[in-house]
């Protein structure tokens, strides 16, 4: 491809995509509704590999049940093989060199034009698939699905922009030094989650957006959702053999790509068990490959809120509430551990927040009413309700929930466990479900309560600390330096927004590498210096040399 580059082009200005309320009477409710409605009608939809552009029905069939109705199903897929997988990989590498010469603007005008998909004639299909396949209501769709995915795309077109203008700040007298920042020798391995349909689209797209080529393995809960993400790629205009979506068992495939010596990165999120896993893989083959692979990992979390004395009881509790039980706790920043002051939690906390959860609706996703919906499936159902029953078999005090309805959906309640034990099964293991576990310190050991906060998990993902005082916050801050990427003062420990809160943990929760910034974008590049002579030696001596 050879096209001349004529000016120095800038992209258009980035802002946070605005996010639709949904409220009763609405035209995006109605929009909606519409749309899950036709959604409900025409399922289930089959959904095949795509290779080289190409569609590919191995016939190996597995099914994405709806978890709110698993009697149900909203689509049928294809499941990879060895040759489909084969197929992505060598696909994936004839496509790179072309992807990664084409001009800069023409990338990243192919991924705005993706975000403004995400963000309009896709957007109500796109929310409603999440709905119906991760078991999400519409606002926890809506932040997800469209805003937080067009987000995606659009910030990392700018963030790629900037990468590309870090050059040296100096040149010698007669010389011109430059960087280039390649694409990898080789092709990514993205592995995403079910839990959020934007990370489907983000683990290729970050890659791609460098000239990386992807072979792209989804959750097998997730799967039609990031189908369509796939469709719209391919509408913006991402080449074929750019991005393989090759759906399928996650050990067989994965296992297939990281042994193959062109792999040349992971980006993933998923269990942190999972992660460590292919961590020790990928170095038992190292001497296969031909460089060393990149590995960017975001995992598991022990997300805690620690309220002091001094801060607002309603605020704490509300933000604890939605911090702990939004989407389930199916989030890797949910709530799970909660620390308050003894002061606090006799003289309201545990009152209000007792009688608030009691408001909680949980249902169907397609019942706007609902607050919450199911959990993803059968074996996140038994474990949830396994760690309730270990929780209480230790001494744990339910104050709420603790009990769960499997007849039509995957439906837990949300439930509150009371401990005096903090370092019981529930303040330590990740659950993945609506549960918080209630540590009340006395107020004379706030600072040996931060203490146990940072040595009780081997995570460190997300923390927030409730205080009015201001010597109290800045304590919590400092003696929690190392225990959560993301920190937040009085306000919930979930919701990082692309452009403003770069998310990711470190410890057993990842590589920290920050999601929604400039600095995941150099994980998937290599820079090459380049230094320009103008003027020719005249003697190899230097001046020291002569007599």
Known sequence: MSTPQLATFKVPAIENEPMRTYAAGTVERKGLEAALAQMQQELPFEVPCIVNGSPIKTGKLAKQPIPSDHARHLCVYHE????????????????????????????????????????????YKLVAATMLGQGKNAWQAEIDAAAELS???????????????Q???????????????????????????????????NLPGVPAIVGNTVVWKPSPAATYSNYLIYQILAEAGVPAGVIQFVPGPPPEVVAQAISHPNFAALHFTGSTFIFKKLWKDIAANLNKYKGYPRIVGETGGKNFHV??????????VLQTIRGGFEYQGQKCSALSRLYVS???????????????????KIGSPSDFGNFMGPVIGRPAYDKIIGFIQKAKDAGGEVLIGGTGDDSKGYFIQPTVILTKDPESITMKEEIFGPVITVYVYDDANYEQTLELIDNTSPYALTGSIFAADRKALLTATNKLRNAAGNVYYN???????????????????????????????????????????FVGLEDFQYPSNLI
């Open 307 to 316: 309220i002091h004395k001094s801060a607002e009881i309603r605020n704490a």
């Open 80 to 123: 990879a093989d060895e040759a489909t997988v084969a197929s992505a990989i060598d696909g994936a590498l004839a496509a790179k060199a072309e992807w990664e010469a084409m001009p800069w603007n023409d990338r990243a005008a192919i991924f705005l034009r993706a975000a403004e998909l995400v963000s309009g004639k896709y957007r």
């Open 342 to 360: 003894s002061s606090l939690w006799s003289s309201g906390f545990k009152d209000l927040l007792l009688s608030e959860v009691a408001k909680i």
């Open 491 to 533: 306000e919930k420990c979930t919701g990082a927004v692309v452009g403003q809160q770069p998310f990711g943990g470190g410890r057993a929760s990842g590589t920290n590498d920050k999601a929604g910034s400039i600095s995941i974008f150099y994980r998937f590049v290599s820079a090459r210096s380049i230094k320009e002579n």
């Open 167 to 201: 050059q040296p700040p100096k040149n010698a007298a007669g010389s011109w030094n430059r960087v280039e920042y390649r694409a990898l020798e080789g092709f990514v391995l993205a592995v995403s989650p079910f839990n959020f349909t934007a990370i489907g689209g």
């Open 151 to 165: 987000d995606f795309f659009r910030f990392g077109v700018k963030y790629v922009e900037e990468l590309y203008a």
